[in-house]
């Protein structure tokens, strides 16, 4: 198949990538390579894939009306899997014009693109974040997400209500994927493992938020690849039995589910693991809670787990030295 991965050079969609390329897919990798973090990075990720003579790289912005209509009418792709996004809930905060764009904007596009071009099905990534005040855990998909605390939080649960009426209008399979904190190689520096893992090999200080009493339910980014694969090949149909009223449901071919490691941990224990990884102790210097961050995530995969097939497989113990294994060799 021919199939579009928007993202390409940042750190989910460089995994996905390579997973459909290892397995002979044609693979046409879209990003702008924004400066949001190094970009040495990114190029290093574009690098790995190049090798791959079925991979075609375009560098677009895909807030770029005419220039996504072309992309399409250039490719017909068989499957869509849009991974691109402007990420980070902090820097919402102080920066809301570059998630309507990248996030609101870019999706419209690639929706009208699948919709012009009949697109088979639409992957999409969605967040944990969107869960926002929620209080009961584990978070499913069938609760109620209206109070998001951070701008990125709404976006994404914009772009899961964009997606339902192109699926009710227009007939699109789409199906969209609440990542729950992706963690692994090639990940982003501005990512907490990342983040930390670096500050701590040179000895600086670590900020901790609520004094490491933040919950998060990891997941290794092998599985989060599994995942969409799952959901890439799972397409959903029309039900006409389904009278609606459940977020994560419609009479439209439309789907929404969760991919969470299943085990969540604290913040400070997440750092344990991660000195005992590195060898080295941390500098913590402990902050109170941030009005944007959400307190617990947990996912329920019942829904993931029946329709998809899918369950982690990788815990923490296990992922956070592969990381560091990856951050020793590319930080030299």
């Not at 999706?107 to 012009?116: P, S």
């Not at 929620?134 to 939080?153: G, R």
């Not at 996912?299 to 029946?306: C, G, H, L, V």
Request: one cysteine or more; a negative charge.
């Amino acid at each position: 198949m021919k199939i579009l991965v928007t993202g390409a050079a940042g750190f989910i969609g460089y995994h996905t990538a390579e997973r459909l390329l290892s397995e002979r897919h044609a693979v046409v990798g879209v990003d702008n390579l924004n400066d949001y973090y190094d970009v040495n990075l990114k190029h290093a990720r574009l690098n790995r894939l190049a090798h791959y003579v079925n991979f075609v790289f375009e560098k677009i912005d895909l807030a770029d009306r005419a220039a996504t209509e072309k992309l399409f009418a250039k490719h017909k792709f068989d499957r869509v899997i849009h991974l691109a996004a402007q990420a980070g809930v902090r820097y919402s905060v102080d920066h809301p014009a570059e998630y309507i764009d990248r996030n609101i904007v870019a999706f419209a596009n690639v929706l009208e693109g699948c919709r012009a071009h009949k697109s088979a099905h639409l992957v999409y990534a969605s967040s944990s974040s969107i869960y926002g005040l929620n209080e009961k855990t584990p978070f499913s998909v069938h609760d109620s997400v209206d109070h998001p605390v951070s701008l990125y939080a709404a976006t994404k649960r914009a772009n899961e209500l964009q997606a339902h009426v192109y699926s009710h209008l227009y007939n699109l399979p789409t199906t969209g994927l609440r990542f729950f904190t992706v963690y692994g190689p090639w990940d982003r520096p501005d990512m907490a493992l990342q983040s930390f893992a670096l500050k701590i090999s040179r000895g600086e200080e670590i900020e901790v938020y609520n004094h490491g009493e933040l919950v998060r339910d990891w997941t290794y980014i092998d599985d989060i690849v599994t995942g969409i694969f799952a959901a890439m090949e799972t397409i959903p149909v029309r039900d006409e039995s389904n009278k609606g009223g459940d977020p994560a449901t419609s009479w439209a071919p439309f789907r929404i589910y969760n991919l969470g490691g299943g085990n969540p941990i604290t913040l400070i224990d997440f750092i344990r693991l991660l000195e005992s990884a590195l060898g080295k102790t941390a500098k913590i210097i402990f902050k109170p809670l941030r009005p944007e961050d959400v307190l617990v995530t947990h996912a329920d995969p019942s829904d993931t787990e029946r329709d998809l097939g899918f369950k982690p497989e990788i815990p923490l113990a296990q992922g956070i030295p592969k990381f560091v294994a990856w951050f020793a060799q590319y930080y030299k």
